[in-house]
């Protein structure tokens, strides 16, 4: 079930919240105020306040929040309270990267596959995974997985969303500025890099 | 000056659109209507109308927008209708990515320099930009940069980022998922690429 009439920008918010109470977790707090939450994530408490008020309250009056519980409600809101599989496609400086990041863990998520097409990565090992050849993408759907983040170059992007999905894939992270076509129920999120420059001087 | 009261999420479009219509010029269109551009970008005509109308109206009934002047328009609401040097920090996998990255043209950006530790990466020349080292980031201020993208190790992003500071920069482009701390009018543009994949499954 989704919580209806959730701000977009409350569901980007969200996994901020959650790896700021990670991080409080490990430092062995139980619980936090809002204000002390808001410095931590560097959120205005209002903001926190009102994100948190539309699955209701969370917080108890004075105490604050239960850090292990908020952050267990957090992760059902944003259904992440079971293991999500990635794959990725594109093992170039990108992808590279990508797989060698250690932040995902946070969220229980992990790149469990990567494939690329250039015979000197395929068989490479990158943080524990064998790069796979992307001819071979078509039997993926073996493996349940959930999301795939796109790291190809912009022209080959739209052929491999397109196998991707045929292999069950809900959910796209996109890393190509050309728009990929998907069906209804695909959710793609497009990380842009240049557009997001473009906004800073907005800001200035 | 800055435009008053534009939604976030309106900013956040604001770049899309130009791209879509710098591509629509390339290809020789001289106008557009507002449901054509919406196809083009994948974003609701009437999130468009309601986009564009913080700033006036742009188009004209039943003609559509003038695409040139559009784009100029939002160049300005933007302030990106000058260029905008950009230096980059961190020449590792990402950071080469970011440097062999062609897509910042169409905004009229540059990466103008970068800067890395390793002594292996120095001198080294990627895309026309030979990487410098960083511990003569110091001198930077010279150069009149206006932006930074920070794709340094976690540990290092503050250090890095209190001196691209005393160089002048204004808006930082932050690839760390470590908050950087800085004073108020320096604006931070985190991209946090597990807290977006974290935030895929809630549309599924």
Known sequence: MRYSKIPNETVRRLPVYLRGLAIMSRQGLSSVSSSKLADFVSIHPWQIRKDFSYFG???????????????????????????????LAGVGNLGSA?????????????????????????????????????????TLYKRQIDMAIIAVPEQAAQSVTDLLILSGIKGILNFSPRRIIVPKKIKVITIDIASDLARLPYYF
Chains 1, 2 share one sequence.
């Open 98 to 138: 990508i797989m060698s990041y250690t932040g995902f863990g946070i969220y229980g998520f992990e790149v469990i596959a990567a494939f690329d097409n250039d015979p000197s990565k395929i068989g490479r090992r990158i943080n524990n995974i064998t790069v796979e050849d992307i001819s071979t993408l078509g």
């Open 57 to 87: 309250d969370f917080g108890t009056r004075g105490v604050g929040y239960d850090i292990g519980n908020l952050a267990k409600q957090i992760k059902k809101i944003l259904k992440i309270d079971t293991t999500r599989k990635t794959v």
